[in-house]
């Protein structure tokens, strides 16, 4: 098997991931991701769940680029590129991770600012005098 790459985005976050068979290592950004998310405690939970829910943990080294979003978005990202990953190694594995949720584009993003207002949608606050 070679190199597998695929790619997983969530907000403004974009991860490129490559996957290879191994023994489980992840490199974010050159650096091993528990220095890279060393102050997300969560993250471990985020990255490993396509793994986790298809019986795969400790089988393939994954390599990826992220840039964009807060440190929680960009491993719902690398989530999502481990997804899409998986599937295209072995096709079997779309019914269990579409059915986790871990294929789908969470396509919610922040809504710009409109002029006028103080936020996307709140108005200006009423004075009476």
Known sequence: MDKIYATGKRKTAIARIWMFPG???VIVNEKPFK????DHMVAE????????VTNLLGKFDIKCTVEGGG????????????????????????PILKKAGYLMRDAREKERKKYGLRGARRGQQYSKR
């Open 23 to 25: 023994n489980g290592q």
């Open 35 to 38: 220095e890279y998310f060393y």
């Open 45 to 52: 939970d985020i990255i490993f769940a396509p793994f986790r």
């Open 71 to 94: 440190k929680s978005v960009q491993a719902q990202a690398i989530r999502h590129g481990i997804a899409r990953a998986l599937v295209s190694y072995l096709p079997d594995l779309k």
